[in-house]
C-alpha cells in the first residue's frame, strides 16, 4: 500500500459499437430415425446461404477506486450497454439496453511495518462487494441480475526484508446470486468458487543513498 498517502483513482472503459460480416447457411432436410434413434437423412429439401452483418452494441462504463494508507481499498463502478442497436441480419431481437452498478472493498489488517510477521492472518487481504443491474434478456418484467461476493487473498509467502522483491497471492472468492424475481417469468440461482494466482516481481529499483 502506498505510505503514508491516500489515492483516488478515476476510469472510464468500454467498446464502440461494431459492425461484422457474416455468412448464414440455411439447410431443411427430411430425416428417419432408426430404433436405436440414429438419424439418416432422406433427401435435401432447401439450401441457402447468404450474407450480412450482425451489429455488436457499444458498452461504456466508468469507476473509481479509492486506497487510504492504513487498510482500505474501497471501488464502485457502473456500466451500461445499448442492446437496442443490436441486430442479426437486419433483424433485431428479445433484447433491451442493460445496466450493472459495482461495488467492493478491500480491507488489509497489518499496518505497514508495525505488524508483526508472525500475525499470518493480519497480512491476508479480506474482501466483499455486491452487484446489482437488469438482464440484456427482454422478458415481460425487466430481469433483475444480482450477487453477492466474498473472498480474500493469502500471501504464500510474507516480504520479511526490503530486498525480497517476490510475491504470490492466492485468491479465492465466493458468489451468491440470481437472476430474476417472483415477477419474472425466467429465475436462476447462481454460486460460484474461484481460485486464482497473483505473481509479482519488482525489477527495478533505484538505489537512494544519504
Given at each position: ?12 472503459y ?48 466508468l469507476?473509481f ?83 453477492f ?51 509479482a ?10
Amino acid at each position: 500500500m502506498l505510505k503514508n498517502k491516500s489515492a483516488l483513482r478515476i476510469g472510464a472503459y468500454g467498446n464502440l459499437k461494431q459492425k461484422m460480416n457474416a455468412t448464414q447457411e440455411q439447410t431443411v432436410q427430411t430425416v428417419t430415425y432408426d430404433a436405436e434413434n440414429i438419424q439418416y437423412r432422406i433427401d435435401s429439401v432447401y439450401t441457402n446461404s447468404s450474407t450480412g452483418k450482425v451489429v455488436y452494441p457499444a458498452t461504456v462504463g466508468l469507476g473509481f477506486t479509492y486506497q487510504d494508507y492504513k487498510h482500505w481499498l474501497l471501488g464502485a463502478d457502473f456500466e451500461t450497454t445499448n442492446w437496442k442497436e443490436y441486430r442479426f441480419f437486419n433483424k433485431t431481437d428479445l433484447v433491451q439496453n442493460s445496466w450493472k452498478m459495482r461495488i467492493g472493498a478491500e480491507y488489509l489488517p497489518a499496518t505497514e511495518n508495525k505488524t508483526s510477521l508472525k500475525k499470518y492472518f493480519s497480512f491476508v487481504r479480506y474482501r466483499f462487494g455486491f452487484h446489482y443491474g437488469t438482464d440484456y434478456v427482454k422478458v415481460t418484467n425487466n430481469l433483475p441480475d444480482y450477487a453477492f461476493t466474498f473472498g480474500a487473498g493469502f500471501p504464500l509467502k510474507l516480504r520479511r526484508s526490503f530486498y525480497e522483491t517476490q510475491s504470490s497471492i492466492l485468491n479465492t472468492a465466493i458468489e451468491i446470486g440470481g437472476r430474476g424475481d417472483k415477477k419474472s417469468n425466467v429465475r436462476e440461482s447462481t454460486f460460484k468458487i474461484s481460485i486464482g494466482l497473483s505473481l509479482a516481481d519488482i525489477w527495478f529499483r533505484t538505489a537512494k543513498y544519504e
